[in-house]
């Protein structure tokens, strides 16, 4: 197997020596933040999408614990190109975590140390490379009541795992979580957008993780005049779509064949195809409209 490395507190080690204490207090209590971005194949070399944005976001999550990090985000990005360069990536996902040391295993993190490290992994299509069929899962997103849920926070990924195997387990690709109100949210790790009446429609903020891709595809959307509402939505709307697609940094535009019994004719329809193929042309570096949005090693 290829040598990989990994970027932990300022250096650069072999994989193997990014090691940490079974005391890290992020293992026994999910207190940390991350992200996940991709790096593209461009035929002008390996391009960062949205690089700034995530790093940004990437802080804001931590920022929730009250504690400040020592990386700041210059050091992170820098450290994140120097990751890729050194592994000699093309294609890869890039995955930065900040986490809390193991000086205690007492509840609050306030007086522990802050550590960073930079992983890179391939990954090609999350979600596989056809059309998925999704199921509404029993389990519920965490609540804004209970979570400042913009964050992406080690630990609520539990909430996501325990949504995906319970709709696995009756025999579908992925999950579609309803919030505490009823309304429609997201999936394990994507965004859910609808065509609607010919306009995309996708659940607002309230309780959902706002996603890059997300707002990547607003803007695409609008520049293509496609009008695009984020308004509540619930498990009537489904009835009424004619398409429906996920987005996230590893999904990308994942079409959606059916969500329960609900079946789509067409996946991809029409204005998905529009929409991954610009999505597309923008992650290969022939878009000019949304150039700015790749950043090139
Ligand atoms: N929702 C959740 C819960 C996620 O984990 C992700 C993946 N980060 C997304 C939405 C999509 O976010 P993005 O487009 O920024 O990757």
């Given at each position: 197997?290829?040598?990989?490395?990994?970027?932990?507190?300022?250096t650069i080690v072999p994989s193997e020596l990014a090691t940490i204490s079974v005391m890290t207090h992020t293992l026994h209590y999910g207190t940390g933040a991350f992200e996940g971005i991709r790096c593209y194949a461009t035929p002008k070399g390996p391009a960062i999408f949205r690089l700034s944005d995530h790093v940004e976001r990437l802080l804001q999550s931590f920022s929730c614990f009250g504690v400040a990090c020592p990386y700041s985000k210059n050091i992170i990005e820098q450290a994140i190109v120097d990751?890729?360069?050194?592994?000699?990536?093309?294609?890869?996902?890039i995955r930065p975590i900040i986490f809390f040391?193991?000086?205690?295993?007492?509840?609050s993190p306030k007086n522990l140390s802050v550590h960073c490290a930079i992983i890179i992994i391939n990954m090609d299509k999350y979600l596989g490379k056809e059309a998925i069929k999704v199921g509404i899962s029993s389990v519920k997103r965490i609540s804004p009541e209970s979570m400042p849920v913009h964050n992406?926070?080690?630990?609520y990924y539990v909430n996501s795992i325990f949504a995906y195997h319970e709709v696995k387990n009756r025999g579908f690709d992925e999950a579609l979580l309803l919030d505490h109100d009823?309304?429609?949210?997201?999936?394990?790790?994507?965004?859910i957008f609808f065509v609607i009446d010919g306009k995309l429609k996708t659940p607002d903020i309230k309780s959902i993780l706002p996603g890059i891709?997300?707002?990547?595809?607003?803007?695409?959307?609008?520049k293509l005049g496609i009008e695009v509402c984020e308004q509540s939505l619930t498990i009537y709307d489904i009835n009424k779509?004619?398409?429906?697609?996920?987005?996230?940094?590893a999904s990308e535009i994942t079409p959606i064949k059916s969500i329960d019994n609900k079946k789509f004719s067409h996946s991809p329809g029409c204005i998905t195809q529009k929409i991954q193929m610009i999505y597309h042309s923008v992650t290969n570096g022939t878009d000019t409209d949304f150039a700015s949005w790749l950043y090139f090693i």
């Open positions: 197997m290829k040598k990989s490395y990994i970027w932990l507190d300022g990751t890729i360069r050194i592994n000699n990536a093309r294609d890869c996902y040391g193991s000086e205690s295993l007492l509840l992406k926070i080690n630990g009823g309304n429609i949210s997201e999936g394990s790790v994507a965004n891709t997300r707002a990547s595809i607003i803007a695409i959307a609008s779509a004619t398409e429906a697609f996920f987005t996230g940094t």
